[in-house]
């Protein structure tokens, strides 16, 4: 019987540390994100779910949350409800966010046939998020936090669930807002 609970508080201890581990942000990771706050993000032009070409340049001028992604990512649902909740919170305030997704847009497409959100989202991603904002070196989705005068004051990694997205994007427009 100890031996039975023994083995059961072992793998409890295991799968409650590998799931802390996961969550961690490793030293590559920290020396990307270091490479990017207080730089100008690298300007780019791209076509939204609607056909509408977003520019990041046009957004000069506002609090813009830049949000990379991807269909298989098993947080990114409460990620992107908490992004939808900062979008109509924060709209009169100027804050805007985009969703790129770094997947096809009919893979992209599929996933969102059964939500709503009212950001733009841009799909076929995958190289801008690669070579110009680091997903090759930062893993999972990410928040780039851009203030109003066009400078990455913030990058996110590793943000959890819905909550904790909210709250940490809450905390970030506060500060530079």
């Known amino acids: 019987m100890i031996h039975k609970i023994f083995c059961t508080l072992l793998l409890f201890v295991f799968f409650v540390g590998t ?6 942000i490793t030293s590559e990771e920290t020396a990307a994100v270091k490479t990017f706050e207080g730089t100008t993000p690298m300007p780019f032009e791209a076509p939204d779910m609607n ?6 340049p046009d957004y000069q001028g506002k609090t813009v949350i830049l ?18 909740k900062i979008n109509r919170e924060f709209a009169k305030d100027k804050v805007v ?13 599929s996933f ?20 110009a904002y680091g997903g090759d070196k930062m893993n999972g989705s990410r928040a780039f936090i851009v203030d109003k005068s066009g400078t990455i004051q913030k ?10 997205t909210y709250n940490a994007i809450k905390a970030q427009i506060a500060t530079i807002n």
């Open 19 to 24: 799931q802390n581990l996961t969550a961690q």
């Open 51 to 56: 056909g509408t070409k977003q520019f990041l």
């Open 67 to 84: 949000y990379f992604w991807d269909t298989k990512c098993k947080n990114c649902v409460g990620q992107l409800n908490a992004l939808e």
């Open 112 to 131: 969102l046939s059964t939500k709503s959100y009212n950001f733009p989202i841009i799909p076929n991603a995958l190289e801008l998020g690669n070579l």
């Open 97 to 109: 966010v985009l969703g790129v997704a770094e997947d096809e847009k009919k893979v992209v497409a």
């Open 155 to 164: 990058v996110l990694l590793h943000m959890g669930g819905e909550s904790e």
